[in-house]
């Protein structure tokens, strides 16, 4: 059984930053792509970020320019470093893992961007 086990979520001022991580229990590599979705209060869950084949990186037009998507293969974890964040930023963010015939969810994390 697959697990996604996110961290770095908090409470940051309106312009600061955090950087998530989301550590998976089975090789990084399995999985052809990976991503970030967030949900906030009453609110779908949307995309926030995905990379695909270890390289194609894709965002919602509400982070471009301000988040960054990675992965780093011998530690089997992606990253989100978010920058720039607004309090429309704040949600539950969820890691997201596809493969050939599975989908995998973390947790999640909370995120409050909030002065």
């Known amino acids: 059984q697959v697990q996604l086990v996110e961290s770095g979520g908090g409470l940051v001022q309106p312009g600061g930053s955090l950087r998530l991580s989301c550590v998976t229990s089975?090789?990084?590599?399995?999985?052809?792509?990976m991503g970030w979705y967030r949900q906030a209060p009453g609110k779908q869950r949307e995309m926030v970020a995905s990379?695909?084949?270890?390289?194609?990186?894709n965002y919602a037009d509400s982070v471009k320019g301000r988040f960054t998507i990675s992965r780093d293969n011998a530690k089997n974890t992606v990253f989100l470093q978010m920058n720039g964040l607004k309090p429309e930023d704040t949600a539950v963010y969820y890691c997201?893992?596809?493969?050939?015939?599975?989908?995998?969810w973390g947790q999640g994390t909370q995120v409050t961007v909030s002065s």
């Open positions: 997201n893992a596809l493969s050939v015939r599975n989908i995998y």
């Open positions: 089975g090789s990084i590599l399995s999985f052809s792509s």
């Open positions: 990379i695909v084949s270890g390289r194609i990186t």
